[in-house]
C-alpha cells in the first residue's frame, strides 16, 4: 500500500480524490472474512502496538464479578480541585475553587480532594483557605495528594493544619515503563521509596493527635503494573499504617491511562480484593480514565469486582480524554432504581456551575445532563415518547400518586427529566426528521389541539414540506402558525366566504342553515345544523360530505375556545379543515368551509360567488 493509492485511483477514474490526504485501505480482505464484510487492511501502523495482555500479567481469580448486581452506591470521591484542576488551560483561582468545593457539599459529597499542595501557591492557599475559613462541614473530609519526597509531604502537612479531618493522598509511580524511563529505579527501590514515605507521613500525623489524619496509596498506572508488586506494596503499607475498620486504608487503584477492555480492570480489581490484607480495614478505591472511552464500564466493572470507593470528577474533565465521569455513574444507578446518595436535582444549576468554573462546555450530548439528552427529533421517537408520557399520566392517576411517584417506563427516556430539575418542553422538538406524533404532542402541549389520529399525517406534510425548506428546526410557535394558516384562515378569509347566518329548529330534529355564501343566500335543512349548513353549501353548487369529526374546548372554563376539525369528501378527494370560535357550532361550520376552501386551493374549482 502507499499513501497515494487513493489519489491514484481517483485519477484513473478522471477525478480528483475528494479527501487527498487520506489513505482509502486497499489492502488484501483478510482470507477468513465473510463475504459480507469487504474491508480492506489498510495503511494505519498497528503494528507499532502491544495489546495489553502482552504489556502487564493479568492475574487469573475465579471471576465472581460477572454475576454480581451492583446494589449500593460507592463512596464518590470528586477529584474536580486537584485532577481536574491540574488538566485545565486556566487552572482554577481561589473563588473558582471555592464555589466548585461549595457545590460539591451541597451535592452530599463526603470526601472531596481539594488540592496538591505542594504543586503551587495557588493550590496550598486554597487548602490554607478551606483550613481558615471554617468552609468544611463536620461530616465532609478533605483529601490532599502528594508524591513520595520528603520535602512535599512537609508542605502538604504543613497546608492541613488546623483542619479537623484530613485523607492525605500518597502516591508515586509503579509499572515497568515509568520505572524504567521517568524515576530510573528498580522494583525494590521503588517499594523502598514508597515505604520512606509512608513512615514519614505516619511520623508527621503521630506528631498531631489532635487531627484525624488517615492515609490513602496510590499506585500510578496500577492497570500496567506487576500485580504480585501492587499487592506486596499495599499489603505493607496497610501494615506500616496499622489499618483498621475504625481507622481504614485506602488503597487507590488507577488505570491511569487505558489500555485493555474494562473487563481486564475488573480482573485485576478483583484479584488486589480477593487478596488484601487487613480487608475489612482497607477501602478499595479505583479511579478510571477515559483513554479509550470506557472509563464508566472500568468504573462499573470495578464495583462489581469489590471496589468501594470511586475517584472521578463532575462531567469527566481530566487529562487527555479525561477522568471517570461521576454524573454519568451515579445517574445510571438512579435508573436502576438504587440512590445515588448524591443530589442531581437541578442538574442544570450543576452544569451551569463546572462550566463556569472550569470554562469547558458540557457537550450537548452528555448522558443525563446536555441540553439535547432528553430532545427527540426523529418522529418515531417522538410518537413513543408522546403515548409514553400519556400512559405515565393515566397510570399515576389510577395508582392515586403524582406523576413524580409513579413507576418510570416512558420510552427512550432512560430518566424522567423531571427527575433531573427539567421541563418537558425540550424533549419533542420538530425538525425535518420529525413525525407526525412529534408535532401533535408539542400542539397538544403548548396550544391545547389535539388533532385527530387521521389528520395527523396531512398536516405533518405540511411541517415536513416547511422545514426541508428552512433546513430549520420548527418551534411551537413555527408549528401553531403553519396549522393556522393552514387550516383556520381558509375557514375566515378563503375564497368562499361566510357572511350573515341564521340557524334555527322548526320541529324536533329538523334544522334549517339561511346564509349568505359569497354574494348568494342559500338555505338548507337537515338533522342537525351543521347537515344544514351543507345543504346549503350544496344549494350553492359546493356538495360536501363529512367523513369524520371531532371537537373539543382548548382549555377549561365557559369562555375556552373550541376547535372543531373535520374530514370532508368534495368532488372524490378528502380534505381536512378546521375551525376556532367560543361557539362549537360557528368553529364546525369554519372547519367545514376550510375544507371547501382548501379544495378551491387544491385546484377543485370553487369560486367566490358559489
Known amino acids: 500500500m502507499t499513501s497515494t493509492s487513493s489519489a491514484a485511483s481517483a485519477a484513473v477514474r478522471g477525478a480528483a480524490p475528494a479527501f487527498p490526504t487520506l489513505r482509502t485501505p486497499d489492502g488484501p480482505v483478510p482470507a477468513a472474512a465473510p463475504a459480507w464484510n469487504p474491508q480492506r487492511g489498510s495503511a494505519m501502523p498497528a503494528h507499532r502496538y502491544l495489546p495489553a495482555h502482552e504489556r502487564v500479567e493479568v492475574p487469573r481469580t475465579e471471576r465472581a464479578w460477572p454475576a454480581a448486581r451492583i446494589e449500593r452506591a460507592p463512596l464518590w470521591v470528586p477529584v474536580d480541585l486537584r485532577d481536574g484542576n491540574q488538566a485545565l488551560v486556566e487552572p482554577m483561582d481561589t473563588p473558582r475553587k471555592r464555589r466548585m468545593f461549595d457545590l460539591l457539599v451541597a451535592m452530599g459529597f463526603k470526601e472531596i480532594e481539594v488540592a496538591y499542595p505542594s504543586a503551587s501557591r495557588t493550590d496550598f492557599d486554597f487548602v490554607r483557605h478551606l483550613a481558615e475559613s471554617g468552609a468544611v462541614p463536620d461530616d465532609v473530609t478533605v483529601v490532599v495528594f502528594t508524591p513520595a519526597r520528603r520535602e512535599l509531604i512537609e508542605r502538604t502537612f504543613a497546608a492541613i493544619e488546623g483542619l479537623p479531618r484530613t485523607v492525605v493522598h500518597l502516591y508515586t509511580a509503579t509499572a515497568p515503563t515509568w520505572r524504567e524511563v521517568v524515576l530510573g529505579r528498580s522494583r525494590d527501590e521503588v517499594h523502598a521509596l514508597v515505604r520512606d514515605a509512608a513512615a514519614y507521613m505516619a511520623q508527621l500525623a503521630a506528631a498531631r493527635p489532635q487531627s484525624d489524619i488517615r492515609f490513602q496509596f496510590s499506585p500510578e498506572v496500577f492497570n500496567l503494573t506487576e500485580p504480585d508488586l501492587v499487592l506486596e506494596i499495599c499489603n505493607g503499607l496497610t501494615r506500616l499504617w496499622d489499618a483498621s475498620p475504625d481507622r481504614p486504608v485506602t488503597h487507590n487503584l488507577?488505570?491511569?491511562v487505558e489500555v485493555a477492555t474494562p473487563n481486564v480492570y475488573a480482573d485485576q480489581i478483583e484479584y488486589m480484593h480477593r487478596h488484601l490484607e487487613r480487608r475489612e480495614g482497607v477501602i478499595l478505591s479505583v479511579h478510571p480514565h477515559?483513554?479509550?472511552g470506557t472509563g464508566v464500564a472500568c468504573a462499573e466493572l470495578a464495583v462489581l469486582a469489590g471496589a468501594q470507593r470511586v475517584e472521578g470528577c463532575l462531567f469527566g474533565n481530566g487529562e487527555r480524554t479525561g477522568n471517570v465521569d461521576l454524573v454519568t455513574l451515579a445517574l445510571n444507578l438512579h435508573t436502576q432504581g438504587v440512590d445515588p446518595m448524591i443530589d442531581f436535582s437541578d442538574i442544570a444549576t450543576v452544569r451551569r456551575t463546572v462550566e463556569d468554573c472550569i470554562r469547558i462546555p458540557v457537550h450537548p450530548r452528555h448522558p443525563y445532563a446536555g441540553e439535547l439528552v432528553h430532545t427527540a427529533f426523529s418522529g418515531t421517537h417522538q410518537d413513543a415518547i408522546s403515548k409514553g408520557l400519556a400512559h405515565h399520566a393515566k397510570r399515576a392517576a389510577e395508582l392515586g400518586v403524582p406523576e413524580s411517584d409513579a413507576p418510570w417506563t416512558v420510552p427512550y427516556l432512560p430518566v424522567d427529566p423531571a427527575d433531573l430539575g427539567c421541563s418537558y418542553e425540550a424533549v419533542i422538538r420538530v425538525n425535518?426528521?420529525?413525525?407526525?406524533?412529534?408535532?401533535?404532542?408539542l400542539l397538544r402541549r403548548d396550544y391545547g389541539l389535539d388533532l385527530p389520529r387521521e389528520m395527523r399525517p396531512d398536516f405533518s406534510r405540511t411541517v415536513q414540506s416547511a422545514t426541508d425548506d428552512s433546513g430549520r428546526e420548527a418551534t411551537p410557535e413555527a408549528l401553531w402558525e403553519l396549522f393556522r394558516s393552514t387550516y383556520l384562515v381558509p375557514g375566515t378569509d378563503g375564497a368562499l366566504t361566510l357572511g350573515s347566518?341564521?340557524?334555527?329548529?322548526?320541529?324536533?330534529?329538523?334544522h334549517r342553515v339561511t346564509c349568505e355564501l359569497g354574494s348568494a343566500v342559500h338555505e338548507g335543512t337537515g338533522n342537525g345544523p351543521l347537515a344544514a349548513f351543507c345543504a346549503a353549501l350544496a344549494a350553492a353548487g359546493h356538495p360536501v360530505d363529512i367523513v369524520s369529526y371531532a371537537e373539543h374546548a382548548t382549555a377549561t372554563g365557559?369562555?375556552?375556545a373550541a376547535v372543531a376539525y373535520v374530514q370532508c369528501r368534495?368532488?372524490?378527494?378528502?380534505?381536512?379543515?378546521?375551525?376556532?370560535?367560543?361557539?362549537?357550532?360557528m368553529a364546525s361550520v369554519r372547519a367545514v368551509l376550510s375544507a371547501v376552501n382548501r379544495a378551491a386551493a387544491a385546484g377543485r374549482g370553487v369560486t367566490a360567488d358559489g
Do not use: C
Open 254 to 256: 488507577p488505570a491511569t
Open 570 to 585: 368534495i368532488d372524490g378527494a378528502v380534505h381536512w379543515g378546521a375551525g376556532q370560535d367560543t361557539s362549537v357550532l
Open 558 to 560: 365557559p369562555d375556552s
Open 432 to 441: 425535518s426528521q420529525s413525525g407526525k406524533g412529534g408535532i401533535a404532542h
Open 501 to 510: 347566518w341564521s340557524a334555527a329548529e322548526p320541529a324536533p330534529g329538523e
Open 290 to 292: 477515559n483513554d479509550r
